[in-house]
Structure formats: structure tokens, C-alpha cells
């Protein structure tokens, strides 16, 4: 071991690799308490009397301690990474540290019980390039996320950064970069999956002597962080895209409009602003070029519509997020009547590498219809959850099982016949079965099953969860976040809702399941936004591919996994109860009776499926609820 | 025609919400984080502070009314001095959120229309999504986050903030 340690210590021609302890500081880590392991790594590592900068420096220096964004893995956090080795620490405490200083920086050996063991094959994994959830990803947008210092512009510079803002502004035309986007065939990854070179160029050739741009952040589909992690990451990149962006359409204010409720991201996107505001690369005379730029960042304020490029531009006016009709497109007529472009975070990322590696390196990775590469958030029930990036093209088994590590039971431990379906796009999106595992993802195979890329959120999920009531579950936050503007929409998805709470309570018919299609429908033509015209999605795929599991509910009142109260047909096991009475005491309804020390029985016409008996019960007599 | 100038009467009551005004220029198009800001300052936006930035900014007191009820972040009723958010996203909520959920309204004493105690210590809400998946299920008190929580664990987090309550 401590020969390889050596061994990979030692850089090009002799010189030693710079020594780095690098703190992931993404939301998921510092929830669980990174904050105090980098404090506790100063102080560490300050007692060991060991020579340590935590601030960038071009030079070689002995040790550096800096913070990262997020590294991904964020259901090991936090992380610690140790370079030159390459080693990745995962749950460490603050208690931990000295261990770590001691061990690895001082004696150059790895402390093994912090490091990941592969649930697979119990096999210690000393870096990332031995950890399952790593090796088969390709990062492109994320390279740098979880390396360097979100908040250090300096670094971000020697890294290369803003040479393709720099390239943009000064040495390209603007038809010459829209020609590049266009040769790369990036397509939003916001969702839609629109060309970006198409919609810039529209935006381009408006007349106007007024444009803007707006990085939309707004990162509303629950179950998703692909735009958190790579804001609090590399908040430089998206902000460079966006520069490049404002350069390729002639627009001279830019805009990042950021869900509120990610306080890091808003953070760290105005402290790049500011950065690039001292450095001159946004001002009167950006990177000297005479032209003028400017960028301010916006904080949403909870609601899920202003994802909608129209609704978010009315927002930013300062008014309800309501959307519009289009046309005219905001690419003609936007934010306060003038041509706006409106991109995504992931989008605006990928735009700087294009412009920096060229669009033949892009289109390398994923299909020819969906170049490059997309991070999904990768969550629900699977042993690894956390960020993933991928080519387009990789299928659904390669994400869940190599890269996710296979399906998690109830109790968390994997189960190879775990898996149930897999939720993709959100509230949007569609389930994908096990008939999808070779499905390549992209953006043209996803719609033809009926689900969509999204912005990237990928739930997966066993066969203890009701679909039904995951429809229900979307259809709840559609309801709630419907603007109210298209009746179909507002008061559409709150009779779905109805229908579904029909299904889930035992009180629906056939009936109730022809009128749910049949309403999906309308709500899906009578909608103006995407908003309303994707709500039924949810409903509607899983009607396609769990249609036994509604007719289990309808006709049967019975729900499969039994996660549906209402239809639970609580009873209680005559072959475990000892006769304690504890249940009967604890029933509200007296539906239980029994003599003292015999097997009790439930009345199901008194009970009221509550639950309380399986509570009281320390025998796990009761079933059924 | 109303007067943007600051009204000499209420100045000295709102002279939090005329800073606030001030430093957005008191321009309509600014309502959104003049709320925000407002509400950063009072934790709600009273009645009578909504119509004091109408007249300010020359709006109608509907027009800012909507904005401060179509958006999710604004409360117009008080909120309690501890904010517990649960995480009910897609993630925490096939991981099992609506048992903590139930768990800590039990504990308060509250359920899905009372959302704040009586004694004003405690809001419990839920929110759609805070990004934290990878570690759902997700309950933050007071901007702190908690990740894979169950029941029992998120009840001993807001018995730990009530015991500081009865400290003090």
C-alpha cells in the first residue's frame, strides 16, 4: 500500500504532485456536517505544525485545503478527496480528522475504515476510479465540480476559465459562435430539448438595439439538482456561458433567476457576479472589448410555473408568474417586449466547453439526434443515490444498476427483483418499466416511450410503491402549482386529483377510470404552458404500464402494496396475538374484541383504518395496515 | 394621482419597509424581492404593510395582494419562531416523508390546516423540493438541514429545539 501511495505521489519528471485535502461543500454534505470537518482539518492540520494555504496559488506549494461544490456522491457524505493519491473518504467526521492527518498526510498511509466499500463485491475502493458510481460516468459539465474551489475566481481562471468568453467577445463574431452552437447540436437541457444554435440565432437576428439574457435556475421538478450542484460547483461556467450567450445574440444585460430555495447557489452565483464585476469581465467594458454587459442575479420565490420561460419573464417584471401565448416567441418579444433568450443552467455550461474544445470534441459523446452528455439526479430507491453525468444514448440499466448499484429494499438493502419502474422528468415526466432497461436515453427515445429527458430527475423506485399513488403525488403538485390562468389546467388537474383520491379510497368505478383518461386528455389540449399540457403525463403512464394496479384498486379494492390506507383490510394473526389487549385498548372505534389472553379479531365494518393497533402492537400481530 | 414620496404620517412606523423601498428604487417591477426583503424583515407581510407598498409604489394594493399570494415563499399570516420545512419532493417522498410528517404534527399537535402552534414557537410546512435528495428523507429547522431522517429521529430534533424553548 504505502509503495503505490509513493508511487502515485510523484508528478511529471520528479516532482512531487501537489498535496490537496479538498471538503465537498455541497448542500448534501454540509447537511451533514462538513462545515465542521474543514474546520476541524484547519486545526489539525495546524497542530501537526504542517505548512498549508488554503487559498489558490498557481505556484507548487506542500499542502492545500480547500472546499469543493458538489462531488456528487452525496448519500456518503461528507466526502473528503486526497490528492495526489486520489483518495476519497466518505462519511467523515469532525472526530475523524486527526486520524486522517496523521495517517495519510503525515505517514502517507490510507485510513481504510473510511473508505467506500462496494456493497457488490465488499471491496475497499481507495478513489473514485475504483468506485462503481464513478467509473462508468463521464464528466463533461461536472469535470471540474468537487475539485475546485466554487468561490476562488483565481482558480477557476488557471483551469482556462473565461478564455471562451474572452475568444467570444474578442476574436469572434457573433454569427461565428451561433454557427458552432449550431454545428455542436446542443439542445436544452432544461427539458424540451429545443436546438440552442436555433433558438440564439432567432434571437440574433432581431433588430434591436436592446436584448437580454436570463440563465433560468429555477430548478422546480422535485426530485431533482442537476443546476444546484453545478451552481454551487462551478458557478464560473454558468455565468461564462452566459456571457457567451449575451455575446452571440448582441444582448447587453443578462439575468440568473435562482430558486430560492437553494441559498448556496444564490450565494455563490453573486459572488462570481461580483468576481467577474472586479476582474472587468462584466462592466462597461467587458474583457476590453467596448461593449458593454452586465448581470444580475434574481431570486425566485416558490413557484414551480416560473420554470415556464414566459411565466418566469413575467415574474421578473415584478408580477404574478403567469405565462403568456406564444407567439410571438420571447426570442422576438421577451422580457419588458424585447428579444430575450431564456437558457439552462446545464445548457449555459455546456456552451463553454463547446467553445473551448470545439463542437467535433461535443458531439463525440451521446447519439447524433442528442449530442454530448446529461447529468441526471439519481434518487429514490437505489443503494447510491447522488449526481450523475452521462452520454445520451447509455440506457436505463447501466444508470440504476452499474452506476446506482441496483434497487434498495424497504429497508434499505439491495434487492435484485427490486425494481419496479423509474420516474423520469418529474411532474412533466413518465415512468419507465423494466421493459425500458435498453432504452437508450435521449431525448427522441424518451418521448417515444411516453416519459422525457426533463431536466434530469430520475427517481427509481421498488415494488413496495403504489403507482397509483405516485400519480396521485404529481397530480397533487400540479394541482397546487397550477397557475390558474386555463381552466382546463386549474380546475382539470383538481378533478384528476379527485378521481385519483377515488381510486386511492375505494370509493371509484370503471367509470371513474374512463373519465380520468378522457379529462387527461382535455386538460393536456386545453393547457397553454407546459405546465399544464405535461400534468397528466404522470397519470396517463402509469395507466399505460401499471394498468393492473388501478384495476386492482377499482375493482378489487385492494391496493398490491398495501401503501394505500383506505383500502388496508386490517387483521390480526391468531397464530401471533397472545391475547393483550393492548390494540383493543388503543382503538378509537371499538372495532377490536377478544377474551383477555385469546387471539382478538378486527370488526371491519367499525374499523376505521387507522392504524393505531399495528402501533400498540409489539407482537406484529397486526396485518394489513 | 398618488405620491411615491414617503407619507410623513406612517414614515416613522414603516421606516424598515420605506429603507427596503428605497433601496429598489421603488419600482413596481421590483415587487417580488421587495416582499422578499419585507418579509426577511416582519417574517410575514402584515396587511397593512401590503398596502403601504402599494401606495408606495403607485400600484394597487390587488395587484401586490396577488403577487404576495401566487407565490409560495410569502406567508400573510404569522409565522411561529421555529420554521420546520419537511422535504416532501419526489425522493423524500417514496422514501417514506409523510410518517415524519404525521410524526412531528403529532408531537405539536398540528395536521395539514393548523400549521402553527398556539404559542407561536413552531410553523411546520412542506416543500416540494430543496435538492438534498441524496439524502432524503429531508426535514430542515430553521435553515438547518437533516438528512435521512426517520419518525423517531425528526420528533428528537424538535423535542431537542422545544427543550431550548423551556430553557430560556
Given at each position: 500500500?504505502?509503495?503505490?501511495?509513493?508511487?502515485?505521489?510523484?508528478?511529471?519528471?520528479?516532482?512531487?504532485?501537489?498535496?490537496?485535502?479538498?471538503?465537498?461543500?455541497?448542500?448534501?454534505?454540509?447537511?451533514?456536517?462538513?462545515?465542521?470537518?474543514?474546520?476541524?482539518?484547519?486545526?489539525?492540520?495546524?497542530?501537526?505544525?504542517?505548512?498549508?494555504?488554503?487559498?489558490?496559488?498557481?505556484?507548487?506549494?506542500?499542502?492545500?485545503?480547500?472546499?469543493?461544490?458538489?462531488?456528487?456522491?452525496?448519500?456518503?457524505?461528507?466526502?473528503?478527496?486526497?490528492?495526489?493519491?486520489?483518495?476519497?473518504?466518505?462519511?467523515?467526521?469532525?472526530?475523524?480528522?486527526?486520524?486522517?492527518?496523521?495517517?495519510?498526510?503525515?505517514?502517507?498511509?490510507?485510513?481504510?475504515?473510511?473508505?467506500?466499500?462496494?456493497?457488490?463485491?465488499?471491496?475497499?475502493?481507495?478513489?473514485?476510479?475504483?468506485?462503481?458510481?464513478?467509473?462508468?460516468?463521464?464528466?463533461?459539465?461536472?469535470?471540474?465540480?468537487?475539485?475546485?474551489?466554487?468561490?476562488?475566481?483565481?482558480?477557476?481562471?488557471?483551469?482556462?476559465?473565461?478564455?471562451?468568453?474572452?475568444?467570444?467577445?474578442?476574436?469572434?463574431?457573433?454569427?461565428?459562435?451561433?454557427?458552432?452552437?449550431?454545428?455542436?447540436?446542443?439542445?436544452?437541457?432544461?427539458?424540451?430539448?429545443?436546438?440552442?444554435?436555433?433558438?440564439?440565432?432567432?434571437?440574433?437576428?432581431?433588430?434591436?438595439?436592446?436584448?437580454?439574457?436570463?440563465?433560468?435556475?429555477?430548478?422546480?421538478?422535485?426530485?431533482?439538482?442537476?443546476?444546484?450542484?453545478?451552481?454551487?460547483?462551478?458557478?464560473?461556467?454558468?455565468?461564462?456561458?452566459?456571457?457567451?450567450?449575451?455575446?452571440?445574440?448582441?444582448?447587453?444585460?443578462?439575468?440568473?433567476?435562482?430558486?430560492?430555495?437553494?441559498?448556496?447557489?444564490?450565494?455563490?452565483?453573486?459572488?462570481?457576479v461580483s468576481e467577474a464585476r472586479r476582474l472587468g469581465f462584466l462592466g462597461e467594458n467587458a474583457f476590453g472589448s467596448g461593449q458593454s454587459l452586465n448581470c444580475e442575479v434574481l431570486e425566485g420565490a416558490g413557484a414551480f410555473v416560473c420554470g415556464e420561460e414566459t411565466a418566469m419573464i413575467a415574474s421578473i417584471e415584478g408580477e404574478r408568474g403567469m405565462p403568456r401565448p406564444k407567439p410571438p416567441f420571447p426570442a422576438q418579444s421577451g422580457l419588458w417586449g424585447k428579444p430575450t433568450i431564456i437558457n439552462n443552467v446545464e445548457t449555459l455550461a455546456h456552451v463553454v466547453r463547446i467553445l473551448r474544445e470545439g463542437a467535433e470534441t461535443f458531439r463525440q459523446l451521446g447519439t447524433a439526434a442528442s449530442p454530448g452528455t446529461k447529468t441526471f439526479a439519481l434518487t429514490g430507491h437505489v443503494a447510491n443515490t447522488g449526481l450523475v453525468e452521462v452520454p445520451f444514448g447509455a440506457t436505463l440499466r447501466e444508470i440504476v444498476f452499474d452506476i446506482g448499484g441496483?434497487?434498495?429494499?424497504?429497508?434499505?438493502?439491495?434487492?435484485?427483483?427490486?425494481?419496479?419502474?423509474?420516474?423520469?422528468?418529474?411532474?412533466?415526466?413518465?415512468?419507465?418499466?423494466?421493459?425500458?432497461?435498453?432504452?437508450?436515453?435521449?431525448?427522441?427515445?424518451?418521448?417515444?416511450?411516453?416519459?422525457?429527458?426533463?431536466?434530469?430527475?430520475?427517481?427509481?423506485?421498488?415494488?413496495?410503491?403504489?403507482?397509483?399513488?405516485?400519480?396521485?403525488?404529481?397530480?397533487?403538485?400540479?394541482?397546487?402549482?397550477?397557475?390558474?390562468?386555463?381552466?382546463?389546467?386549474?380546475?382539470?388537474?383538481?378533478?384528476?386529483?379527485?378521481?385519483?383520491?377515488?381510486?386511492?379510497?375505494?370509493?371509484?368505478?370503471?367509470?371513474?377510470?374512463?373519465?380520468?383518461?378522457?379529462?387527461?386528455?382535455?386538460?393536456?389540449?386545453?393547457?397553454?404552458?407546459?405546465?399544464?399540457?405535461?400534468?397528466?403525463?404522470?397519470?396517463?403512464?402509469?395507466?399505460?404500464?401499471?394498468?393492473?394496479?388501478?384495476?386492482?384498486?377499482?375493482?378489487?379494492?385492494?391496493?398490491?402494496?398495501?401503501?394505500?390506507?383506505?383500502?388496508?383490510?386490517?387483521?390480526?394473526?391468531?397464530?401471533?396475538?397472545?391475547?393483550?389487549?393492548?390494540?383493543?385498548?388503543?382503538?378509537?372505534?371499538?372495532?377490536?374484541?377478544?377474551?383477555?389472553?385469546?387471539?382478538?379479531?378486527?370488526?371491519?365494518?367499525?374499523?376505521?383504518?387507522?392504524?393505531?393497533?399495528?402501533?400498540?402492537?409489539?407482537?406484529?400481530?397486526?396485518?394489513?395496515? | 394621482?398618488?405620491?411615491?414620496?414617503?407619507?410623513?404620517?406612517?414614515?416613522?412606523?414603516?421606516?424598515?419597509?420605506?429603507?427596503?423601498?428605497?433601496?429598489?428604487?421603488?419600482?413596481?417591477?421590483?415587487?417580488?424581492?421587495?416582499?422578499?426583503?419585507?418579509?426577511?424583515?416582519?417574517?410575514?407581510?402584515?396587511?397593512?404593510?401590503?398596502?403601504?407598498?402599494?401606495?408606495?409604489?403607485?400600484?394597487?394594493?390587488?395587484?401586490?395582494?396577488?403577487?404576495?399570494?401566487?407565490?409560495?415563499?410569502?406567508?400573510?399570516?404569522?409565522?411561529?419562531?421555529?420554521?420546520?420545512?419537511?422535504?416532501?419532493?419526489?425522493?423524500?417522498?417514496?422514501?417514506?416523508?409523510?410518517?415524519?410528517?404525521?410524526?412531528?404534527?403529532?408531537?405539536?399537535?398540528?395536521?395539514?390546516?393548523?400549521?402553527?402552534?398556539?404559542?407561536?414557537?413552531?410553523?411546520?410546512?412542506?416543500?416540494?423540493?430543496?435538492?438534498?435528495?441524496?439524502?432524503?428523507?429531508?426535514?430542515?429547522?430553521?435553515?438547518?438541514?437533516?438528512?435521512?431522517?426517520?419518525?423517531?429521529?425528526?420528533?428528537?430534533?424538535?423535542?431537542?429545539?422545544?427543550?431550548?424553548?423551556?430553557?430560556?
Amino acid at each position: 500500500m504505502i509503495s503505490e501511495l509513493t508511487q502515485n505521489t510523484l508528478g511529471g519528471a520528479g516532482q512531487p504532485a501537489p498535496r490537496r485535502v479538498i471538503v465537498c461543500a455541497g448542500t448534501g454534505c454540509v447537511a451533514s456536517g462538513a462545515n465542521q470537518v474543514l474546520k476541524a482539518f484547519q486545526h489539525q492540520i495546524q497542530a501537526a505544525g504542517i505548512p498549508v494555504v488554503t487559498e489558490f496559488k498557481a505556484e507548487q506549494v506542500d499542502l492545500r485545503l480547500n472546499q469543493s461544490g458538489c462531488q456528487g456522491f452525496c448519500q456518503m457524505g461528507p466526502l473528503v478527496t486526497v490528492l495526489p493519491e486520489g483518495l476519497l473518504y466518505c462519511k467523515v467526521k469532525a472526530e475523524d480528522v486527526a486520524e486522517i492527518v496523521t495517517q495519510t498526510l503525515v505517514a502517507g498511509r490510507a485510513v481504510d475504515r473510511l473508505l467506500y466499500v462496494d456493497p457488490a463485491t465488499k471491496k475497499r475502493c481507495h478513489g473514485v476510479d475504483q468506485i462503481p458510481f464513478y467509473q462508468r460516468q463521464q464528466r463533461f459539465v461536472l469535470r471540474n465540480c468537487g475539485t475546485i474551489d466554487p468561490e476562488c475566481v483565481e482558480e477557476y481562471l488557471h483551469e482556462g476559465g473565461y478564455a471562451a468568453a474572452r475568444k467570444a467577445f474578442l476574436s469572434l463574431t457573433p454569427e461565428q459562435i451561433v454557427q458552432e452552437i449550431t454545428k455542436s447540436g446542443l439542445r436544452g437541457r432544461g427539458g424540451g430539448g429545443f436546438p440552442t444554435g436555433r433558438k440564439w440565432e432567432a434571437a440574433r437576428l432581431q433588430q434591436n438595439p436592446k436584448k437580454y439574457v436570463i440563465c433560468n435556475a429555477d430548478e422546480g421538478d422535485p426530485g431533482a439538482f442537476m443546476n444546484r450542484s453545478v451552481m454551487e460547483g462551478n458557478p464560473h461556467s454558468v455565468l461564462e456561458g452566459l456571457m457567451i450567450a449575451a455575446r452571440a445574440i448582441g444582448a447587453d444585460e443578462t439575468l440568473i433567476y435562482v430558486r430560492s430555495e437553494y441559498p448556496l447557489a444564490v450565494r455563490r452565483m453573486r459572488q462570481a457576479v461580483s468576481e467577474a464585476r472586479r476582474l472587468g469581465f462584466l462592466g462597461e467594458n467587458a474583457f476590453g472589448s467596448g461593449q458593454s454587459l452586465n448581470c444580475e442575479v434574481l431570486e425566485g420565490a416558490g413557484a414551480f410555473v416560473c420554470g415556464e420561460e414566459t411565466a418566469m419573464i413575467a415574474s421578473i417584471e415584478g408580477e404574478r408568474g403567469m405565462p403568456r401565448p406564444k407567439p410571438p416567441f420571447p426570442a422576438q418579444s421577451g422580457l419588458w417586449g424585447k428579444p430575450t433568450i431564456i437558457n439552462n443552467v446545464e445548457t449555459l455550461a455546456h456552451v463553454v466547453r463547446i467553445l473551448r474544445e470545439g463542437a467535433e470534441t461535443f458531439r463525440q459523446l451521446g447519439t447524433a439526434a442528442s449530442p454530448g452528455t446529461k447529468t441526471f439526479a439519481l434518487t429514490g430507491h437505489v443503494a447510491n443515490t447522488g449526481l450523475v453525468e452521462v452520454p445520451f444514448g447509455a440506457t436505463l440499466r447501466e444508470i440504476v444498476f452499474d452506476i446506482g448499484g441496483g434497487i434498495t429494499n424497504r429497508r434499505g438493502k439491495i434487492d435484485p427483483e427490486g425494481f419496479k419502474a423509474v420516474q423520469i422528468g418529474g411532474p412533466s415526466g413518465g415512468c419507465l418499466t423494466r421493459e425500458h432497461f435498453d432504452l437508450p436515453m435521449d431525448y427522441d427515445s424518451l418521448r417515444s416511450a411516453g416519459a422525457m429527458v426533463g431536466s434530469g430527475g430520475l427517481v427509481a423506485m421498488n415494488q413496495q410503491t403504489c403507482m397509483v399513488s405516485i400519480a396521485r403525488f404529481f397530480m397533487d403538485f400540479t394541482q397546487r402549482e397550477s397557475c390558474g390562468k386555463c381552466v382546463l389546467c386549474r380546475e382539470g388537474t383538481r378533478q384528476m386529483l379527485a378521481l385519483l383520491d377515488d381510486i386511492i379510497e375505494g370509493r371509484a368505478t370503471g367509470e371513474t377510470l374512463d373519465l380520468l383518461q378522457k379529462l387527461a386528455g382535455a386538460v393536456q389540449k386545453g393547457s397553454l404552458c407546459g405546465l399544464g399540457k405535461t400534468a397528466p403525463n404522470p397519470v396517463l403512464s402509469t395507466l399505460r404500464y401499471f394498468r393492473e394496479e388501478y384495476d386492482a384498486h377499482v375493482f378489487h379494492k385492494h391496493c398490491p402494496t398495501g401503501q394505500c390506507k383506505a383500502l388496508a383490510k386490517p387483521s390480526i394473526d391468531p397464530a401471533k396475538c397472545k391475547g393483550c389487549t393492548a390494540c383493543a385498548k388503543k382503538c378509537p372505534v371499538g372495532a377490536i374484541s377478544g377474551e383477555r389472553k385469546q387471539p382478538h379479531v378486527i370488526d371491519q365494518e367499525k374499523c376505521i383504518k387507522c392504524g393505531e393497533c399495528a402501533d400498540a402492537c409489539k407482537l406484529d400481530a397486526v396485518v394489513g395496515v | 394621482m398618488m405620491t411615491k414620496s414617503k407619507p410623513e404620517s406612517t414614515g416613522r412606523k414603516f421606516v424598515k419597509v420605506c429603507n427596503i423601498l428605497d433601496q429598489y428604487g421603488r419600482k413596481p417591477s421590483r415587487l417580488v424581492p421587495i416582499l422578499q426583503a419585507v418579509q426577511e424583515e416582519y417574517r410575514y407581510l402584515p396587511q397593512e404593510v401590503l398596502t403601504y407598498v402599494a401606495t408606495a409604489l403607485d400600484v394597487s394594493p390587488a395587484r401586490v395582494y396577488g403577487v404576495a399570494t401566487f407565490y409560495a415563499h410569502f406567508a400573510i399570516q404569522p409565522k411561529g419562531k421555529h420554521l420546520i420545512r419537511l422535504c416532501d419532493g419526489t425522493a423524500c417522498h417514496v422514501k417514506d416523508s409523510v410518517p415524519i410528517l404525521e410524526a412531528i404534527w403529532k408531537r405539536l399537535g398540528l395536521d395539514a390546516k393548523r400549521k402553527t402552534t398556539p404559542d407561536m414557537l413552531f410553523t411546520v410546512e412542506t416543500v416540494a423540493c430543496l435538492g438534498a435528495c441524496g439524502l432524503a428523507p429531508v426535514v430542515v429547522i430553521d435553515d438547518q438541514v437533516h438528512g435521512q431522517m426517520t419518525p423517531e429521529s425528526a420528533v428528537t430534533l424538535v423535542e431537542a429545539v422545544m427543550a431550548t424553548e423551556v430553557a430560556l
